[in-house]
Each structure stands twice: as structure tokens, then as C-alpha cells.
């Protein structure tokens, strides 16, 4: 047993650096996105164990980035729409040449072709932007 776990560790260790490969610019930094030109939007954050989580209190996600460059943030397993039917991952391009301090506008995440504004800032911590107000009912 003991032999399985310290080969697990070293597996695992060796696994991290291929993982977080084409998401080094993002993993342990700030990843600004903003959704229209008032400057609403969010703050997310991707480590390089694949967990995901955001300053909209989204956490128990994970994200996956393809040989093709599509990054997938994929939702805790067993997460229900409010229909009952499970929530699919959500994916879209990423710019794994972005550096800390860059922008990157593109429209490779939105269904009706509205561009997001990419930012990563150095580190975590930073006061996060808010979502637009929503509309009354």
C-alpha cells in the first residue's frame, strides 16, 4: 500500500506541469472577463491541480484545455439546471500567449457572437468587477 501511494504522489507530480500546459499564463493568477463596455463581469480563477472557481461563487469546478486550444470549465458532477437536466461545460478558445497585464478581446464564448475582454492580472485578491444589474420583472 504504501508503495502505491508514494507512486500515486510522484504520478501526480508529474502530471501537474503537463496539465497546466497552454494555461501557465492563468494558473494562480487573476483572469479578468468582461461582458460589455460598462465593465460588468467576473474574476476567475484556474489552478494547476485543474480546479476552477470564480468571484461569482462559482467553486467544486474544473477546467480541461484541448491539443486544440479549447478550454472547457466543466461544472461539479451531478450539477442540475433548474429543469432537472445536468449543466454541460462550458468552452470556448483560450490565448495561451496572453501575458500578465494583456488583454484579449474575443467572441469565441458567447452564443449571440457579443465580444468578452480577457485580462490576466498578476496574483489573486484583487476587488473583483460586478455583474450587470438585472433587468426588473
Sequence with gaps: MKKFLIATAIAGLMAAPAFADGMDNATGNTVRVIIDEAGHGFDAYFDADG???????????????????????????GMMQEDGT???????PWNSDLAVG??????GWSDDGSTLTVSIIEGRGHDAP???PRPAE
Design 51 to 77: 480546479s476552477y472557481s470564480d468571484s461569482l461563487g462559482r467553486t467544486g469546478a474544473t477546467w480541461s484545455l484541448s491539443d486544440s486550444g479549447e478550454l472547457c470549465v466543466n461544472p461539479p458532477e
Design 86 to 92: 445536468p449543466i454541460e461545460p462550458d468552452c470556448g
Design 102 to 107: 494583456d488583454s484579449w478581446e474575443t467572441d
Design 130 to 132: 460586478s455583474l450587470p
